[in-house]
C-alpha cells in the first residue's frame, strides 16, 4: 500500500484546483508529522474554497 502523503500528493498535482484534495492533502501531511505542509495545504485549500470548515479545522 502507497504512503497516504504519496497518495494525497499525486492526487493534487492531478487536479490542483480541487480544494477537497488539498484538504485531504493537509490531513495526510498533519498525521505524517509534518505540521507546516499540512499547514500549506489547507491554506491552499482556502484559496480556492474560503471559509471551508475542513481546511479551516486543519487549521488550528
Keep these: 500500500m502507497q504512503d497516504p502523503r ?3 500528493r499525486l492526487q493534487v498535482s492531478k ?3 480541487d480544494a477537497i484534495a488539498w484538504v485531504i492533502l ?3 501531511e498533519l498525521d505524517g508529522g509534518d ?3 499540512g499547514e500549506r495545504a ?3 485549500a ?3 474554497r474560503p471559509g ?3 481546511a ?3 487549521l488550528g
Design 52 to 54: 471551508h470548515p475542513e
Design 26 to 28: 493537509a490531513e495526510a
Design 35 to 37: 505540521a507546516l505542509a
Design 46 to 48: 482556502l484559496l480556492l
Design 42 to 44: 489547507a491554506r491552499r
Design 15 to 17: 487536479s490542483p484546483g
Design 56 to 58: 479551516l479545522a486543519r
Design 6 to 8: 504519496a497518495q494525497a
